[in-house]
């Protein structure tokens, strides 16, 4: 039998459970059944499970209990399979017809054949549209699928919403509308209609909606498990009987699990499309002629002895199949075991590829590397002196794909080129490669992959879905990988040196991981074919054992070997040593009163900052471009004064989008500025490329000259104002954008324009320029990936506050390049960052080696604990940076007895982030220079933790312990290991050293001894930082019917602090830290008539601000009359933020309107609201 003779699968996988009738699965708590038997029609028929249009006007099918099926950021997502009629009625050609509607929301129809997928935003009625892809041919059943979603990321301008269309699985348009959101509509979902005049003519016979975005593969799945829609070939092929038959013989003599890998390949390529003739030739051969329960060097030799068309090539780590010769359908790589865990590394596809090509008309034509008009064939396999090489070519009528292929240990590796050799038709995408993995042996898979710091996400084959373009903050390095409890582990990455722009795409359900690596493929202005692609670097899957740790020592391996961007030496001396050796960061906007509080705070600390300073310049403009300057006239003398001090300062700038000063919202359209016009990134159809911050702001073209010349000057002009370095937000975290402009000077849709082109030549120039002149001046960014590395000295990392998150990045890149800044509370609007999640933050910056702190000046005006943990903490990274900067971190601490884990909300950006982590947070750092092994461990909570740590003994001879508050203790090491308790007191901090005589330790060892003996003397949090108060301020406040009054409404306070800006505890109505003798004039309360009798107080004390008192008092023109009216004696309620309520009598009557004091005597504490009641 032949391969024309196989037919298509039509069901492997199930992402809706099909059920009797024409509804699929639950609909916002309600069964299929139960919305199916409720679904209410008007004029539309139910006929044999379809629900079928006849165009009649009026005619439709309403969604029962759908009010509410609204767009958020969870996104929907709808499905149909149905089949289009051309009416009888010959007035009406089909041409405009409803597929789903829901009234001043969302619809999808056709408009003259062409899809027409609308919403409304904004209160405009179907103001927005994505209009593309021919309808469906009329008679034939197809799967529609519509997802809509809600982006909510501001931080990036990159709030908006995103429509995506699917035809028959797959993705036909994706539109995102910068800066709109879907409107609200209480109307219900209708079904074949919604407008007058596109009432649809046709069947439809399965309907699915749910409230979430369904990742590709889920929705290729409903296609392909209908049995209505006969899709295209997709690779997917029945199996046939005589490959079954012979299967079923073989397997039970199979008794090795590298015998049983070669009989799953030979399985599983049958369902792919291998030839049955093959197949069966080979299978026919037997168990014991293929060898299949030998070791795996006789298997290999007798196997490859006993047929020619499958090889097998064997190193001490891994073992592949390839097809010996030539062939079509089916991939040439069958399979790749995994020696060391026994098992297969791919799962039912290997190696396959996806092209497009675009006519002169605009039409797009996919070819898949399964195409049935697609050959390959298997051109070389030598032996290497670690392995195998191999070339696999492709034909087809319109090009030409080579793939060369290694395979050397345990690591394959593969590059493709594509030679386009129609004359009318351009090559614009490639998708190489595309894989699908094996679940791992273990029972608890990881998948980790470089989301800000690192993510590990749990059981991936069981659910994990996600597509980043690289490079961004949200996919910083080009791999992720995958391992089990075991340590079976799998590395898969694009290693590419040169940074070209790319997508990974994600999915992982079913016991399997789907992967696809996606590029845009360049060409020159008015060229319409013959343009080729070279990828850029190769394809790696590598077989290693470990952890995520280990997974990055193998990408670590790619940039020591091949990455331009990176950084060999260790100090990176083309940092200035001021910002390598800086203790920690602050944030703040420029004011003369910034500066005198951030001195303040300067001597508190013992230590300078380095400061974003932010809101400090405005730009004069002209259609010749832009001139950046401080708008202040005290510019000079606040640098002069934070100079005098020590304090640093990088203002922000942002060469990413045009003219964007914060605070300052200009009265120009940048749609029409002729400079903005010019160096804007264009897309294909002309449009602009914007962000929106306040108004739309043009993204600007890294290869423009003129846009390169702006930037370039701007940053020249912050030296010349004084500055210590520049803030560049968003250039090291935002994701390319594509370019189509023609006058640029680029070629069009090139993925080496952003960074090859662009931002690499600006801004190494720009170093090298300023460096002999300006030795000191810094570069700064916002996040960060790992191309920038070379052109940034830092980078300010606020968005690693993720839950799951691991020190990946730091694990690689920590020394070339410094960490500073986790999101602070200010930067939340509610607030909802809890107390504890500030000590986690810098506990964990300071043991994974990155500069502490990032505090908004707004998040240090309250005098608590965490400035003295926020102490200890600078003034330890101080003294430790040296040692950081010139040392590699290690694999994590091992633990015999594991510390407790917590968990803390983290606030970023308006969300919050629940993240846990051990209460013990640790890191272990080898000194490359000196060889000296230090352990950093920091308990930021407020109980004490004990856990037992193992240390391997090496070559070291000594171990030394620093802790808080006692002298240096000394042990001598014997044996190859031991384990050793550490204990540590609450919001403590401990540094261990492993050394040998003559390499340093020991005089580290006592410096960080002699540190850590003072902190047990840090007990002041220093001063309230007071904001200006109105004293002529005399709110109205009502207390009756036992209202609760909340800080928020209170009119003026001395000596005391309430939030008037996003910080910590400002949700809720805020909070007062009152110091000893500080007073809250409260305004005027309406007491009114009732008996009252008490007065219930929240109020937050930890020890040593307890056993003061709080006195309520009436009072006149702003001063307290008589004896208080309420004392609450303050006791001990926990931690500093802490709240208790306490109930006291009212020791005289309160009633009608008076003006209400409240003082604070002998102690400080903190208070949340106040009441009176009856």
Same mark, same amino acid.
């Given at each position: 039998?032949?391969?024309?003779?196989?037919?298509?699968?039509?069901?492997?996988?199930?992402?809706?459970?099909?059920?009797?009738?024409?509804?699929?699965?639950?609909?916002?708590?309600?069964?299929?059944?139960?919305?199916?038997?409720?679904?209410?029609?008007?004029?539309?028929?139910?006929?044999?499970?379809?629900?079928?249009?006849?165009?009649?006007?009026?005619?439709?099918?309403?969604?029962?209990?759908?009010?509410?099926?609204?767009?958020?950021?969870?996104?929907?997502?709808?499905?149909?399979?149905?089949?289009?009629?051309?009416?009888?009625?010959?007035?009406?050609?089909?041409?405009?017809?409803?597929?789903?509607?829901?009234?001043?929301?969302?619809?999808?129809?056709?408009?003259?054949?062409?899809?027409?997928?609308?919403?409304?935003?904004?209160?405009?009625?179907?103001?927005?549209?994505?209009?593309?892809?021919?309808?469906?041919?009329?008679?034939?059943?197809?799967?529609?699928?519509?997802?809509?979603?809600?982006?909510?990321?501001?931080?990036?301008? &990159?709030?908006?919403?995103?429509?995506?269309?699917?035809?028959?699985?797959?993705?036909?348009?994706?539109?995102?509308?910068?800066?709109?959101?879907?409107?609200?509509?209480?109307?219900?979902?209708?079904?074949?209609?919604?407008?007058?005049?596109?009432?649809?003519?046709?069947?439809?016979?399965?309907?699915?909606?749910?409230?979430?975005?369904? &990742?590709?593969?889920?929705?290729?799945?409903?296609?392909?498990?209908?049995?209505?829609?006969?899709?295209?070939?997709?690779?997917?092929?029945?199996?046939?009987?005589?490959?079954?038959?012979?299967?079923?013989?073989?397997?039970?003599?199979?008794?090795?699990?590298?015998?049983?890998?070669?009989?799953?390949?030979?399985?599983?390529?049958?369902?792919?499309?291998?030839?049955?003739?093959?197949?069966?030739?080979?299978?026919?051969?037997?168990?014991?002629?293929?060898?299949?329960?030998?070791?795996?060097?006789?298997?290999?030799?007798?196997?490859?002895?006993?047929?020619?068309?499958?090889?097998?090539?064997?190193?001490?780590?891994?073992?592949?199949?390839?097809?010996?010769?030539?062939?079509?359908?089916?991939?040439?790589?069958?399979?790749?075991? &995994?020696?060391?865990?026994?098992?297969?590394?791919?799962?039912?596809?290997?190696?396959?590829?996806?092209?497009?090509?675009?006519?002169?008309?605009?039409?797009?034509?996919?070819?898949?590397?399964?195409?049935?008009?697609?050959?390959?064939?298997?051109?070389?396999?030598?032996?290497?002196?670690?392995?195998?090489?191999?070339?696999?070519?492709?034909?087809?009528?319109?090009?030409?794909?080579?793939?060369?292929?290694?395979?050397?240990?345990?690591?394959?590796?593969?590059?493709?080129?594509? #030679?386009?050799?129609?004359?009318?038709?351009?090559?614009?995408?490639?998708?190489?490669?595309?894989?699908?993995?094996?679940?791992?042996?273990?029972?608890?898979?990881?998948?980790?992959? +470089?989301?800000?710091?690192?993510?590990?996400?749990?059981?991936?084959?069981?659910?994990?879905?996600?597509?980043?373009?690289?490079?961004?903050?949200?996919?910083?390095?080009?791999?992720?990988?995958?391992?089990?409890?075991?340590?079976?582990?799998?590395?898969?990455?694009?290693?590419?040196?040169?940074?070209?722009?790319?997508?990974?795409?994600?999915?992982?359900?079913?016991?399997?991981?789907?992967?696809?690596?996606?590029?845009?493929?360049?060409?020159?202005? %008015?060229?319409?074919?013959?343009?080729?692609?070279?990828?850029?670097?190769?394809?790696?899957?590598?077989?290693?054992?470990?952890?995520?740790?280990?997974?990055?020592?193998?990408?670590?391996?790619?940039?020591?070997?091949?990455?331009?961007? /990176?950084?060999?030496?260790?100090?990176?001396?083309?940092?200035?040593?001021?910002?390598?050796?800086?203790?920690?960061?602050?944030?703040?906007?420029?004011? +003369?009163?910034?500066?005198?509080?951030?001195?303040?705070?300067?001597?508190?600390?013992?230590?300078?900052?380095?400061?974003?300073?932010?809101?400090?310049?405005?730009?004069?403009?002209?259609?010749?471009?832009?001139?950046?300057?401080?708008?202040?006239?005290?510019?000079?003398?606040?640098?002069?004064?934070?100079?005098?001090?020590?304090?640093?300062?990088?203002?922000?700038?942002?060469?990413?989008?045009?003219?964007?000063?914060?605070?300052?919202?200009?009265?120009?359209?940048?749609?029409?500025?002729?400079?903005?016009?010019?160096?804007?990134?264009?897309?294909?159809?002309?449009?602009?490329?914007?962000?929106?911050?306040?108004? #739309?702001?043009?993204?600007?073209?890294?290869?423009?000259?003129?846009?390169?010349?702006?930037?370039? !000057?701007?940053?020249?002009?912050?030296?010349?104002?004084?500055?210590?370095?520049?803030?560049?937000?968003?250039?090291?975290?935002?994701?390319?954008?594509?370019?189509?402009?023609?006058?640029?000077?680029?070629?069009?849709?090139?993925?080496?324009?952003?960074?090859?082109?662009?931002?690499?030549?600006?801004?190494?120039?720009?170093?090298?320029?300023?460096?002999?002149?300006?030795?000191?001046?810094?570069?700064?960014?916002?996040?960060?990936?790992?191309?920038?590395?070379?052109?940034?000295?830092?980078?300010?990392?606020?968005?690693?506050?993720?839950? !799951?998150?691991? +020190?990946?990045?730091?694990?690689?890149?920590?020394?070339?390049?410094?960490?500073?800044?986790?999101?602070?509370?200010?930067?939340?609007?509610?607030?909802?960052?809890?107390?504890?999640?500030?000590?986690?933050?810098?506990?964990?910056?300071?043991?994974?080696?990155?500069?502490?702190?990032?505090?908004?000046?707004?998040?240090?005006?309250?005098?608590?604990?965490?400035?003295?943990?926020?102490?200890?903490?600078?003034?330890?990274?101080?003294?430790?940076?040296?040692?950081? &900067?010139?040392?590699?971190?290690?694999?994590?601490?091992?633990?015999?007895?594991?510390?407790?884990?917590?968990?803390?909300?983290?606030?970023?950006?308006?969300?919050?982030?629940?993240?846990?982590?051990?209460?013990?947070?640790?890191?272990?750092?080898?000194?490359?220079?000196?060889?000296?092994?230090?352990?950093?461990?920091?308990?930021?909570?407020?109980?004490?933790?004990?856990?037992?740590?193992?240390? !391997?003994? !090496?070559?070291?001879?000594?171990?030394?312990?620093?802790?808080?508050?006692?002298?240096?203790?000394?042990?001598?090491?014997? %044996?190859?290991?031991?384990?050793?308790?550490?204990?540590?007191?609450?919001?403590?901090?401990?540094?261990?050293?492993?050394? #040998?005589?003559?390499?340093? @330790?020991?005089?580290?060892?006592?410096?960080?001894?002699?540190?850590?003996?003072?902190?047990?003397?840090?007990?002041?949090?220093?001063?309230?930082?007071?904001?200006?108060?109105?004293?002529?301020?005399?709110?109205?406040?009502?207390?009756?019917? %036992?209202? /609760?009054?909340?800080?928020?409404?209170?009119?003026?306070? #001395?000596?005391?602090?309430?939030?008037?800006? +996003?910080?910590?505890?400002?949700?809720?109505?805020?909070?007062?830290?009152?110091?000893?003798?500080?007073?809250?004039?409260?305004?005027?309360?309406?007491?009114?008539?009732?008996?009252?009798?008490?007065?219930?107080?929240?109020?937050?004390?930890?020890?040593?601000?307890?056993? @003061?008192?709080?006195?309520?008092?009436?009072?006149?023109? @702003?001063?307290?009359?008589?004896?208080?009216?309420?004392?609450?004696?303050?006791?001990?309620?926990?931690?500093?933020?802490?709240?208790?309520?306490?109930?006291?009598?009212?020791?005289?009557?309160?009633?009608?309107?008076?003006?209400?004091?409240?003082?604070?005597?002998?102690?400080?504490?903190?208070?949340?609201?106040?009441?009176?009641?009856?």
């Amino acid at each position: 039998m032949k391969n024309t003779l196989f037919t298509v699968i039509l069901c492997l996988f199930a992402a809706i459970q099909l059920q009797a009738g024409v509804w699929q699965g639950e609909f916002l708590g309600k069964s299929a059944e139960e919305i199916d038997n409720s679904l209410q029609l008007k004029d539309v028929q139910r006929e044999k499970d379809m629900l079928v249009f006849s165009a009649k006007r009026g005619a439709s099918v309403t969604v029962p209990d759908s009010e509410n099926f609204n767009v958020d950021t969870n996104g929907i997502t709808v499905n149909l399979i149905l089949r289009l009629r051309k009416p009888e009625d010959s007035a009406n050609s089909g041409g405009n017809m409803m597929l789903f509607f829901k009234d001043n929301a969302y619809f999808l129809g056709i408009t003259r054949r062409t899809f027409n997928f609308s919403i409304g935003a904004g209160g405009r009625k179907w103001s927005l549209a994505m209009i593309d892809g021919e309808a469906p041919p009329f008679g034939v059943w197809t799967h529609i699928a519509a997802v809509l979603k809600y982006s909510d990321d501001r931080a990036q301008g &990159n709030d908006g919403t995103l429509l995506s269309l699917y035809v028959n699985g797959e993705l036909l348009k994706s539109t995102f509308f910068r800066g709109e959101r879907i409107d609200a509509s209480d109307a219900p979902l209708m079904l074949g209609s919604g407008l007058g005049g596109y009432e649809m003519c046709g069947d439809i016979a399965e309907a699915s909606a749910v409230p979430r975005v369904m &990742n590709d593969e889920e929705i290729r799945a409903i296609a392909r498990q209908s049995a209505l829609v006969k899709l295209p070939p997709s690779g997917w092929y029945t199996m046939p009987p005589e490959v079954i038959s012979r299967l079923n013989v073989l397997r039970p003599q199979i008794s090795t699990p590298h015998g049983r890998w070669v009989w799953e390949a030979l399985r599983r390529a049958a369902f792919t499309g291998e030839s049955q003739d093959k197949l069966c030739a080979v299978l026919d051969c037997g168990c014991e002629k293929l060898g299949l329960n030998l070791d795996v060097e006789q298997m290999v030799q007798v196997f490859n002895a006993a047929q020619g068309n499958y090889r097998l090539y064997a190193t001490p780590e891994a073992i592949l199949m390839l097809a010996a010769s030539s062939g079509m359908l089916a991939s040439p790589v069958l399979g790749l075991f &995994n020696r060391l865990d026994q098992a297969d590394v791919f799962s039912i596809r290997q190696l396959e590829w996806k092209l497009r090509f675009r006519d002169t008309a605009g039409a797009n034509k996919d070819v898949r590397s399964y195409d049935q008009d697609v050959r390959y064939a298997v051109r070389t396999a030598n032996k290497t002196a670690d392995g195998y090489e191999f070339q696999i070519d492709w034909t087809h009528d319109l090009f030409t794909a080579t793939s060369r292929l290694k395979l050397t240990g345990g690591r394959l590796t593969a590059d493709f080129q594509v #030679k386009n050799q129609a004359a009318d038709r351009l090559l614009t995408d490639v998708d190489f490669p595309m894989f699908r993995l094996a679940k791992l042996p273990g029972d608890d898979d990881r998948l980790v992959y +470089p989301y800000m710091s690192g993510k590990l996400v749990k059981n991936p084959t069981q659910g994990c879905n996600f597509g980043f373009e690289f490079p961004r903050a949200e996919f910083g390095m080009q791999f992720f990988a995958m391992y089990d409890e075991l340590g079976n582990g799998v590395y898969c990455a694009l290693e590419d040196p040169n940074a070209h722009y790319k997508r990974l795409s994600l999915s992982g359900m079913n016991k399997e991981v789907l992967v696809s690596w996606a590029h845009p493929v360049a060409y020159e202005v %008015g060229q319409q074919g013959h343009n080729d692609y070279q990828l850029s670097g190769e394809a790696v899957l590598e077989i290693f054992h470990g952890n995520w740790y280990h997974a990055g020592r193998v990408y670590r391996r790619f940039l020591e070997s091949k990455a331009k961007w /990176w950084v060999k030496e260790l100090p990176r001396t083309s940092t200035p040593a001021w910002f390598r050796n800086n203790a920690y960061s602050m944030i703040a906007t420029a004011s +003369p009163v910034s500066i005198k509080e951030l001195i303040y705070l300067t001597d508190y600390f013992g230590v300078p900052p380095v400061v974003e300073w932010a809101i400090w310049h405005k730009y004069d403009i002209s259609d010749a471009g832009l001139k950046i300057f401080p708008y202040q006239s005290y510019h000079d003398q606040m640098l002069k004064d934070a100079h005098a001090h020590g304090i640093r300062l990088l203002p922000y700038m942002n060469p990413h989008i045009w003219g964007f000063a914060p605070g300052h919202k200009l009265e120009i359209d940048w749609f029409e500025n002729p400079a903005a016009l010019r160096s804007a990134v264009k897309h294909a159809d002309g449009s602009l490329e914007y962000e929106i911050y306040g108004q #739309k702001h043009l993204v600007i073209c890294p290869a423009e000259k003129h846009g390169q010349k702006d930037v370039y !000057d701007q940053n020249i002009d912050i030296i010349n104002y004084g500055f210590d370095g520049s803030y560049l937000d968003q250039l090291a975290c935002h994701e390319p954008a594509i370019c189509f402009d023609p006058t640029h000077g680029h070629k069009l849709n090139d993925p080496a324009l952003w960074l090859n082109q662009g931002q690499w030549p600006l801004w190494l120039k720009f170093r090298a320029d300023i460096r002999q002149e300006h030795p000191d001046f810094v570069l700064t960014s916002e996040d960060t990936t790992d191309p920038y590395l070379n052109i940034m000295d830092g980078c300010m990392v606020w968005r690693w506050v993720n839950e !799951d998150r691991i +020190p990946l990045y730091q694990s690689i890149y920590a020394g070339r390049t410094q960490f500073f800044s986790r999101c602070p509370d200010a930067f939340n609007a509610r607030g909802e960052g809890d107390f504890n999640s500030f000590f986690v933050k810098m506990a964990e910056q300071l043991v994974c080696g990155e500069q502490v702190g990032g505090f908004h000046l707004n998040d240090m005006y309250y005098a608590s604990p965490q400035r003295i943990f926020a102490k200890k903490m600078i003034q330890l990274r101080k003294l430790l940076a040296p040692f950081l &900067n010139a040392s590699e971190m290690l694999e994590p601490v091992a633990f015999s007895v594991k510390p407790p884990e917590v968990t803390s909300n983290w606030a970023w950006s308006g969300k919050v982030q629940r993240v846990t982590l051990p209460q013990l947070l640790s890191c272990a750092w080898r000194n490359e220079k000196t060889g000296v092994k230090m352990l950093i461990f920091a308990n930021p909570i407020n109980t004490a933790v004990n856990a037992t740590v193992v240390l !391997d003994k !090496d070559d070291y001879d000594t171990l030394y312990l620093c802790h808080e508050g006692h002298p240096l203790q000394t042990l001598p090491l014997t %044996g190859k290991s031991l384990q050793q308790v550490c204990s540590l007191a609450p919001r403590s901090a401990e540094i261990w050293l492993l050394a #040998k005589a003559g390499d340093g @330790g020991a005089e580290l060892a006592t410096d960080a001894a002699n540190l850590l003996q003072k902190f047990s003397t840090y007990t002041d949090p220093g001063k309230i930082l007071p904001r200006g108060q109105n004293f002529q301020k005399r709110n109205q406040l009502s207390a009756l019917d %036992g209202h /609760w009054i909340a800080p928020a409404e209170s009119s003026w306070m #001395k000596n005391c602090f309430m939030p008037v800006e +996003p910080t910590f505890g400002w949700a809720d109505g805020r909070f007062i830290q009152g110091a000893p003798g500080g007073e809250v004039f409260w305004g005027e309360v309406d007491f009114g008539t009732a008996d009252l009798k008490t007065l219930d107080i929240m109020v937050a004390a930890d020890a040593p601000n307890a056993g @003061g008192t709080i006195e309520f008092y009436e009072a006149k023109d @702003g001063q307290t009359v008589g004896d208080p009216f309420a004392v609450i004696s303050v006791t001990e309620t926990g931690d500093w933020f802490d709240f208790q309520t306490f109930q006291v009598p009212l020791l005289h009557k309160v009633s009608g309107k008076m003006d209400v004091i409240t003082r604070f005597v002998d102690k400080g504490c903190v208070i949340r609201k106040w009441r009176v009641i009856d």
